[in-house]
C-alpha cells in the first residue's frame, strides 16, 4: 500500500509501517495545503492518509475521494503515544475502505 503521512503525524512513524510504502506530506511539497487539496492530491497517487486529525472526516465529504482514511487516535500526537498503535494500524491499513475514516485506538 502506499501510504502518506499527515504533517501532523510524527515522520518518525512511518518507520513503524512495515511492508509498505510510505511517505509524508512535506517530502511530497505538500506542506500547508488545505486538507481538501491534500485529499485531492492523495487520490492520485497514494492508497491511504494517515492522520491524527479526528475531524477530517467531519470536514470534509470523504466519499470524494478514492483514499482511504486513517486516524489514529492516541493519547497525543507525541512518537511515545503513537507507536502502540502500530500493531493495529497495521492490522487494518491493507483494508481501510476508500472514501470513509478508520479509526485506530488504543
Known sequence: MRVLLDECVDARFAREI???DVTTVPRMGWAGVTDRVLLERAKVE??????I???LEFQQNLTRFDTAVVILS???SRLADLKPLAAELLGVISSA????????TP
Open 18 to 20: 512495515v511492508g509498505h
Open 46 to 51: 497514494f492508497d491511504v492518509l494517515l492522520t
Open 97 to 104: 475502505a476508500l472514501g470513509k475514516a478508520t479509526r485506530v
Open 74 to 76: 492516541g493519547r497525543s
Open 53 to 55: 486529525d479526528r475531524n
